[in-house]
């Protein structure tokens, strides 16, 4: 069964940096798009960051743009997710996700999320 | 950037009741609208996709319907495990946005 696994998150203060990764398994992780989204404590989803299935094309959410870069190493199966002058706001569960649709050679289609990991915490706190 | 609005926010049901939740996008979507099913603490899961297509292994008592802006999930009989909140999303190019929830509870 096609698995995500994500690590990285943990307790840091205003300002400073983090990076989340996500493991795949189980899929030909190169040939997806790939999402993080996340969800603060007790509020809804929210959309953060997709990559292309070869690393090249990469959009964020505005509320990251500029502190966000999203990365991924096809090699190893692995999407990254590089956070710099964390906010207060920025604390939420943070998920990797797998797109459920695909690219062909002019155009990407979209269709959610169909592969979900479990998520990792950050929470940004003096 | 195209709003995801749904309604209404929470509803209480029983089991055997037949539920809908609409969800409006504020431009049209075509049909990139995807639902999701949400219990606490676990990820979120893919019900449906391109605005009314099952994703495997989602029962069939869920379907999906609508394009352009008006969309709506509906569960034609309420099962015990139904009980969550539910999202729609709109996968028309970025940003993939997400509605607010709609959760739904027991009567």
């Known amino acids: 069964q096609e698995q995500l696994v994500e690590s990285g998150g943990g307790v840091v203060q205003p300002g400073r940096s983090l990076r989340l990764s996500c493991a795949a398994s189980?899929?030909?992780?190169?040939?997806?798009?790939m999402h993080w989204v996340r969800q603060a404590p007790g509020g809804g989803l929210e959309w953060v960051a997709i990559?292309?299935?070869?690393?090249?094309?990469?959009f964020y959410a505005d509320s990251v743009t500029g502190r966000f870069t999203i990365s991924r190493e096809n090699s190893k199966n692995m999407v990254f997710l590089e956070m710099n002058s964390l906010r207060a706001e920025d604390t939420a569960v943070y998920y990797c996700?797998?797109?459920?649709?695909?690219?062909?050679?002019?155009?990407?289609?979209?269709?959610?999320?169909?592969?979900w990991g479990q998520g990792t915490t950050v929470t940004v706190s003096s | 950037d195209i709003q995801m609005t749904q309604s209404p926010s929470s509803l209480s049901a029983s089991v055997g009741d037949r539920v809908t939740i609409a969800c409006r996008a504020s431009q049209s979507i075509s049909r990139y609208l995807s639902w999701y099913q949400q219990k606490p603490g676990k990820p979120p899961k893919l019900l449906i996709y391109?605005?009314?297509n099952l994703q495997n292994g989602v029962p069939s008592r869920f379907s999906g319907s609508g394009s352009g802006t008006d969309f709506a999930l509906t569960i034609s009989s309420l099962q015990p495990e139904d009980f969550a909140t539910y999202y729609c999303q709109r996968t028309f190019n970025t940003p993939h946005t997400f509605g607010p929830g709609t959760k739904v509870d027991i009567k």
């Open positions: 996700a797998k797109e459920k649709g695909y690219c062909s050679s002019d155009s990407c289609y979209y269709y959610g999320m169909d592969v």
């Open positions: 990559i292309s299935p070869d690393g090249r094309n990469k």
């Open positions: 189980r899929f030909t992780f190169s040939s997806y798009n």
């Open positions: 391109g605005a009314s």
